[in-house]
């Protein structure tokens, strides 16, 4: 089992920045891929980005892509998510997920097994 928490989340202005971390325990592994989705009200959920813990590499999805960096911290067993020139279209609860694995694409949501509860994060306009 992997237990995921999330924090870092809150109120901005648009135009602000925030960075949203994922503390990640348990059964963890340098295999694991971990993503960042976000589910806005009344909208499906939707992936945001999502890194490969062993070599590092990054995926976005357009939306962020030149906004939002997705990064690790092997020490600390942490994935952070900073976000910056945060829209209002922004607005959603964020969520960590990972996987044991890396499966294509990174982006589907079908293919992580954990997830943490979320956090909120509101762009005002």
């Known amino acids: 089992q992997v237990h995921l928490v999330e924090s870092g989340g809150g109120l901005v202005q648009a135009g602000g920045s925030l960075r949203l971390s994922c503390a990640a325990s348990?059964?963890?592994?340098?295999?694991?891929?971990m993503g960042w989705f976000r589910q806005a009200p009344g909208k499906e959920r939707e992936f945001v980005a999502a890194i490969r813990w062993s070599v590092g590499s990054t995926y976005y999805a357009n939306s962020v892509k030149g906004r939002f960096t997705i990064a690790r911290d092997n020490a600390k067993n942490t994935v952070y998510l900073q976000m910056n020139s945060l829209k209002p279209e922004d607005t959603a609860v964020y969520y960590c997920a990972a996987q044991p694995l890396f499966r294509e694409p990174p982006s589907s949501s079908r293919f992580y097994d954990y997830w943490g509860q979320g956090t909120q994060v509101t762009v005002s306009s």
């Open positions: 348990g059964r963890t592994s340098s295999t694991y891929t």
